[in-house]
């Protein structure tokens, strides 16, 4: 089992709808979780940075975390042609330690006008 | 020219050359890194360097060798490079205060190796 699984997509949506993007992952000590947004051509940027379970709001942005599940969300409300993107999930153990950010493979979304 | 820059942005090389990535950060930062990004795979980590000295190896092989002669300026060194290899490799930084997931990385917009 991958420690950190995505749904590739991609995923194509109408403007205006509501997209759900979810990561699950194995690593019970994982305790921090990003979500970072891919343009194409582009790097990565951070959206959401998120510690242990609950949820957290920006703007039309959700991230929701259930450690029970493993399982980790972003909500995308009232969706623009400018949020097609690859989306990545990413998640870590410990605050200090570099080298257990581990990055989910990314779904790509489109958002069709 | 602001945020983090990479040169060049495509890269075409053979197995027996010996080429360099060049990354810049235009943001004060004190902590680099190195990532290799594969079609269809996870982001993967490869080097890491706070104010100026490598902090993190992720068991890269030695073919790709960093070099980070002061903290605006990281390199990666390539040579007898595979073509399994051919992949986007970025360039962040961040202000290291001291966890690595409070401080946000800016990435820059990568180079595109091919190894043929």
């Known amino acids: 089992q991958k420690e950190v699984e995505q749904d590739p997509g991609p995923l194509s949506v109408p403007e205006g709808a509501i997209v759900s993007l979810n990561c699950t992952y194995s690593?019970?000590?994982?305790?921090?979780f990003m979500w970072y947004r891919q343009y194409s051509r582009k790097g990565p940027e951070l959206l959401m940075y998120t510690y242990s379970s609950g949820n957290k709001e920006d703007g039309r942005f959700t991230a929701q975390v259930d450690k029970s599940s493993k399982y980790i969300s972003l909500f995308i409300r009232d969706s623009q042609p400018s949020d097609s993107a690859t989306y990545l999930c990413?998640?870590?153990?410990?605050?200090?330690?570099?080298?257990?950010?581990?990055f989910g493979p990314g779904t790509s979304l489109s958002v069709i006008p | 020219e602001t945020g983090v820059t990479q040169t060049p942005r495509h890269l075409v090389m053979g197995m027996t050359n010996k080429k360099s990535l060049k990354c810049e950060q235009h943001l004060g930062h004190n902590a680099m890194y190195w990532y290799k990004q594969s079609a269809k795979k996870p982001l993967e980590l490869m080097f890491v360097y706070s104010l100026e000295e490598r902090v993190e190896n992720n068991s890269v092989p030695s073919r790709f060798s960093p070099e980070c002669p002061n903290s605006s300026h990281l390199f990666l060194h390539l040579h007898t490079l595979q073509p399994e290899d051919s992949a986007l490799y970025l360039c962040?930084?961040?202000?290291?205060?001291?966890?690595?997931?409070?401080?946000?990385?800016?990435f820059g917009p990568g180079t595109r190796l091919t190894v043929l």
């Open positions: 690593n019970s000590a994982f305790q921090y």
């Open positions: 990413a998640m870590g153990a410990m605050k200090t330690s570099y080298d257990k950010v581990i």
């Open positions: 962040a930084s961040s202000q290291d205060q001291g966890g690595a997931f409070t401080d946000t990385q800016y």
